[in-house]
Nanobody, 119 residues
Framework: QAQLVESGGGLVQPGGSLRLSCVAS????????MGWYRQAPGKERELVAR??????NYADSVKGRFTISRDNAKNTVYLQMNGLKPDDTAVYFC??????????????WGQGTQVTVSS
């Protein structure tokens, strides 16, 4: 079993910045991909950004404003969010595709962290 714990959410004014972090812990042999999704009230969960190896992909709505990065030694993924807009308000979830020491491949979600962009 593994756990993902996010941090870094909060209230920020439009145009501001936040940096989200997500740490994976537990029985982890290797991590393939990690990413960030978000879910606004009344909307479906959507991909924000994902990183696998040296490759990244972003939702069109965040390209040029958000940057995903990863520290493999710390099993941590980051999301630097700049130029935040009210439409970015949502609960942000971290996810990971990983292999545990028992050989199983599984997908995990974090518990989510609230990001609110408002003046």
């Amino acid at each position: 079993q593994a756990q993902l714990v996010e941090s870094g959410g909060g209230l920020v004014q439009p145009g501001g910045s936040l940096r989200l972090s997500c740490v994976a812990s537990g029985s982890i042999f290797s991590i393939n991909a990690m990413g960030w999704y978000r879910q606004a009230p009344g909307k479906e969960r959507e991909l924000v950004a994902r990183i696998s190896g040296g490759s990244t992909n972003y939702a069109d709505s965040v390209k040029g404003r958000f940057t995903i990065s990863r520290d493999n030694a710390k099993n941590t993924v980051y999301l630097q969010m700049n130029g935040l807009k009210p439409d970015d308000t949502a609960v942000y979830f971290c996810d990971a595709d990983l292999r545990s020491y028992d050989g199983n491949y599984d997908h995990y979600w974090g518990q989510g962290t609230q990001v609110t962009v408002s003046s």
